[in-house]
């Protein structure tokens, strides 16, 4: 049994991994400019959510949006604080839509 820090940190982490997802599927519908075209999305019934990502981020903005989320799980798996995580994450992702 989970104590509640340890569930606190399991939910954390299958957010952040629902967030990689998402953020692949916008990299590909990005990419390809149209999810209606077949395009292979991990999670076809969010076609609409991530068209919408991937014309806010682009495909560089939603590689490295990719890119942190990764970092952000290992960082999770290792211990660290998810609200330090969170910050980094956010910071990072700010970036990557402004095309910094």
């Keep these: 049994m989970k104590s509640e820090a340890g ?10 991994a629902l967030c ?15 999810c209606a075209s077949g395009a292979p999305l991990l999670q076809p019934d969010r076609a609409a959510l991530a068209q919408a990502l ?14 942190a989320l990764r970092e952000a799980l290992l960082a999770a798996r290792l211990y660290i604080r998810g609200d330090v995580i969170g910050r980094a994450l956010a910071g990072r992702m700010r970036d990557a839509l402004a095309g910094e």
């Design 7 to 16: 569930w606190k940190r399991h939910v954390f982490t299958r957010l952040l």
């Design 20 to 34: 990689e997802v998402c953020f692949r599927d916008a990299m590909v519908a990005a990419a390809t400019k149209d």
């Design 54 to 67: 991937g014309e806010k981020f682009g495909v560089e903005g939603c590689e490295k949006t990719l890119h």
